[in-house]
């Protein structure tokens, strides 16, 4: 992987990673379209890279994750499905890495906003914010984050759709998905590099600083306009996206 290519990901990643439409997904699709073959490097670079993505969420939520230790226990209690889950199907969750099984999770996930945006009322959901989250919501919506460690399902799209199901408002919903990213990829990143350390020679490791550099600086961006007009656009636009994304991979590329 050459750095023009890393910058290219790193774009991606930080479009997609908080929106709900699949950042492992788009990068697995993106590197399909380059014709980067899925070696050992390149999934961990899809894993790792959304390390740069995190750190944009420290940032923007510094305040407030640093006012309230509560905050940091709901997100543990949180990450604890995926973290058990990860570590004993780890093998298995790797062997999905694939733009087919891409596609069509983007394709399920899209009925799934379609269905949930068509019987979703904003006045019945009245957690309006992250502190107002319970534990026990904490760990059902991590549970739903679970189910994202299939490529293509989407990270924020699944904790997303448990936070609305849950009574969380479309705003609410959409800050907690970011907090929980940080426990979620943090682990992620470092037990997948340290799986695949010995990938990691001087000109991976460059291509991979550069990417999450350029996922960070482009995520500053997207959490601000995503939190801004999300309350209002809510999220069936996004599974139209996802379902004809995957329906034009499913026909063009694969």
Known sequence: MGIIEAIILGIIEGITEFLPISSTGHMILGSKIMRLEQTDFLKTFEVAIQLGSILAVVCMFYKKLTCSLDIWVKLIVGFIPTGILGLTLYKMI????????VAYMLIVGGVVFLLIERFYKESSHRIESVEQVGYKQAFLIGLFQSLAMIPGT????STIVGG???GLSRKCAAEFSFLLAI????SATLYDVYKNYQVLDLANIQALLVGAFVAFVVSLVVIKV?????SS???GVFGIYRIVLGVVFLVWVL
Do not use: D, E, Q
């Open 183 to 186: 426990p979620t990829m943090f």
């Open 164 to 166: 609305l199901m849950l």
């Open 94 to 101: 790797k062997g999905l890495f694939s733009p087919n099984v």
């Open 154 to 157: 989407s990270r924020s799209g």
């Open 233 to 235: 656009i809510g999220y």
């Open 226 to 230: 995503f939190l801004r007009f999300i």
